[in-house]
C-alpha cells in the first residue's frame, strides 16, 4: 500500500474518532434533561398545593356534622310549689312534674285563696298561710284568673297584686313566675259573656306588668296550645277550658325549660 493510502486511512479514523466524542460531549445528562424553567414551575406550583389542601381541609371542618349543644341538667322542682286552679290540678295530676307542691283547687280565686285549707300531698290539708310558713320554697308558681273575670276588673288586679306581696313577705328567697291564664276555645269564647278570651287578655296583661324579670317573671303557655286565631285549640281541649290529660306533660317540660332559661340568664 502506498504511504499516501495509510495516511489519508488514518486521517480518516481521526475525523470520525473525533466527531464521536463530540457527539458523546454534547448529548445532556439524565440529571439535566429538565429544562431550568419546568423546575421553576415545580416551585411556583407549591403554594398552590399548599392553598388546595388548606381548602380541601377546610371544606372538610365545616362538612363535619355540628357538635351537638351540651345537654341542659334538668331544673329541680324539689323546692317548687304551685298555687292555682283546675288548670294548676290538671298540672298536679298529668304534668309529671316531680318533687313540686301542689296547693290548687278547682274553685280557688285571689278572692277566697286565704279562706280555705286544701289537700297538700305529703305535706296535709293546711292554709297558704300556713304553708308558706312552715316550708321554704326556691320556686313559686301562681295561676289565678280564670275565676275572677266576671268580677270586677280593677278590684281583680288589686286583689292579684295583693297576693303577690303576700307570697313575696312569707317567701322573699323564692323566684315567682306568674303564669298567664289559659284561653279558651274560640266557640266558648264568641258564645260566653264572661269567660272570653277578650277579659282574658285583658287580666294576663295586667298580671304580667307585675313581673320585673329579676325575682318575678312571667310564663305565657299559650303559645303550646292557641290556634292560629289566638284561641284554645278544640284539638287540645276537652272541654273548651281544660287541656286533654296528655298535652299537661307538654306544658310541664315548658315550664321546667323555661324556669332554667330564665334563671339561667339571671346567673342562678
Do not use: C
Not at 419546568?38 to 381541609?57: A, G, L, M, R, W
Not at 334538668?74 to 301542689?102: C, Q, W
Amino acid at each position: 500500500m502506498k504511504k499516501s493510502s495509510v495516511i489519508s486511512l488514518v486521517t480518516l479514523f481521526l475525523l470520525l474518532g473525533l466527531v464521536g466524542v463530540s457527539i458523546f460531549l454534547w448529548k445532556p445528562r439524565a440529571q439535566d434533561a429538565v429544562p431550568p424553567e419546568t423546575t421553576e414551575e415545580k416551585q411556583d406550583d407549591s403554594p398552590q398545593i399548599e392553598q388546595q389542601k388548606q381548602d380541601s381541609d377546610a371544606q372538610l371542618e365545616q362538612e363535619k356534622p355540628a357538635d351537638a349543644p351540651p345537654k341542659k341538667v334538668p331544673v329541680s322542682m324539689e323546692d317548687a310549689l304551685f298555687i292555682g286552679d283546675s288548670r294548676t290540678v290538671g298540672l298536679s295530676e298529668y304534668s309529671g312534674i316531680g318533687g313540686a307542691d301542689f296547693f290548687a283547687n278547682v274553685g280557688m280565686s285571689v278572692y277566697n285563696i286565704h279562706k280555705k285549707p286544701v289537700s297538700v300531698p305529703t305535706v296535709g290539708k293546711l292554709t297558704l298561710d300556713e304553708l308558706l310558713s312552715q316550708k321554704k320554697y326556691g320556686k313559686i308558681y301562681l295561676m289565678l284568673g280564670i275565676n275572677e273575670v266576671g268580677y270586677n276588673f280593677k278590684q281583680t288586679v288589686s286583689k292579684y297584686r295583693e297576693l303577690l306581696e303576700f307570697i313575696e313577705q312569707k317567701q322573699p328567697g323564692a323566684v315567682v313566675f306568674l303564669q298567664a291564664n289559659l284561653h279558651v276555645t274560640k266557640k266558648r269564647s264568641d258564645t260566653d259573656e264572661v269567660v272570653n278570651n277578650r277579659a282574658i287578655n285583658q287580666l294576663n296583661q295586667e298580671i304580667s306588668k307585675l313581673a320585673d324579670q329579676k325575682k318575678i317573671f312571667y310564663l305565657d303557655e299559650n303559645i303550646l296550645f292557641d290556634d292560629a286565631g289566638g284561641n284554645l285549640s278544640t284539638e287540645k281541649s276537652a272541654d273548651t277550658a281544660h287541656l286533654y290529660a296528655k298535652y299537661y306533660i307538654e306544658w310541664g317540660n315548658w315550664i321546667i325549660d323555661r324556669t332554667g332559661v330564665l334563671l339561667e340568664g339571671e346567673g342562678r
